[in-house]
T-cell receptor
Framework: LAKTTQPISMDSYEGQEVNITCSHN???????ITWYQQFPSQGPRFIIQ???TKVTNEVASLFIPADRKSSTLSLPRVSLSDTAVYYC??????????????FGKGTKLSVKP | NAGVTQTPKFRVLKTGQSMTLLCAQD?????MYWYRQDPGMGLRLIHY???????AKGEVPDGYNVSRLKKQNFLLGLESAAPSQTSVYFC??????????FGDGTRLSIL
């Protein structure tokens, strides 16, 4: 199983770029990497997903090195509303086993004015 | 989280009681999942289903049973609730080649 490791917490200020890295040394060939955002009393919300190299959407970028043993979520110009817990998820997609879905313990991001 | 509805939103049980949590989806997706979330533990997969009539165990299945009799519904059962099962339970669904979408959770307390 691909265990994931993330920093427990991070602090930032409004307008800064935030990079959160997730380590997943045992990632399998079929595993995708997905990042979620969670606010208190809500379910996780999908941010971005990738397999290798770089993926960008309207809210974030995801950088994945060639060995795929880590990934970095990049949030450009964060605001107070980005204060949340961010989870890295490895596995379970695109025909791979569904039983190896491993969430990290999450990174609590605090954005200050 | 439109499309994934969890029932009930809150529940308090006594040790030994049984109950069923319902996850309903209106997106016609094949895959459905049940997670539990405890403070400082992230989300842990309990059971999942890859289609109507099929279920499988996840990371922490003990003490739970599930059923997927209809494609749109995934039920999580506690036959004899224990205080260790006090948690927030999340259901997720996903279509083929798509990421998971989560419901807003069921907060369960067992006294």
């Amino acid at each position: 199983l691909a265990k994931t490791t993330q920093p427990i917490s991070m602090d930032s200020y409004e307008g800064q770029e935030v990079n959160i890295t997730c380590s997943h040394n045992n990632i399998a060939t079929n595993d995708y990497i997905t990042w979620y955002q969670q606010f208190p009393s809500q379910g996780p919300r999908f941010i971005i997903q990738g397999y290798k190299t770089k993926v960008t959407n309207e809210v974030a970028s995801l950088f994945i090195p060639a060995d795929r043993k880590s990934s970095t979520l990049s949030l450009p110009r964060v605001s107070l509303s980005d204060t949340a817990v961010y989870y890295c998820l490895v596995g379970g997609n695109y025909g791979g086993s569904q039983g190896n879905l491993i969430f990290g313990k999450g990174t609590k991001l605090s954005v200050k004015p | 989280n439109a499309g994934v509805t969890q029932t009930p939103k809150f529940r308090v049980l006594k040790t030994g009681q049984s109950m069923t949590l319902l996850c309903a989806q209106d997106m016609n997706h094949e895959y459905m999942y049940w997670y539990r979330q405890d403070p400082g533990m992230g989300l842990r997969l309990i059971h999942y289903s890859v289609g109507e009539g099929t279920t499988a165990k996840g990371e922490v299945p003990d003490g739970y049973n599930v059923s997927r009799l209809k494609k749109q519904n995934f039920l999580l059962g506690l036959e004899s609730a224990a205080p260790s099962q006090t948690s927030v339970y999340f259901c997720a669904v996903r279509g083929v080649n798509q990421p998971q979408h989560f419901g807003d959770g069921t907060r369960l307390s067992i006294l």
